[in-house]
């Protein structure tokens, strides 16, 4: 009897251990495939399109400090 209940807890072991390989592969691609999308547009950002700093703006010119 011990050696069918330890038969199967190694099966067991076995299989878990492969479905998780299984979705650490899966996960790992999926995050590479992920990243790579997002440095192919550029993480999203607009190259000097908006929003623009625009200094003249700010320029403390009404404030009249003497």
């Known amino acids: 009897m011990t050696d069918q209940v330890r038969v199967a ?21 999926a995050i590479l495939a992920t990243m790579l999308l997002l440095v192919s547009c550029n993480f999203g950002v607009d190259e000097g399109k908006y929003p623009n700093y ?13």
């Open 9 to 29: 807890a190694q099966v067991q072991a076995e299989l878990a251990y492969m479905n998780f390989m299984l979705w650490c592969k899966r996960t790992t691609w």
């Open 54 to 66: 625009n200094g003249a703006q700010y320029m403390p010119m009404n404030l009249k400090v003497k």
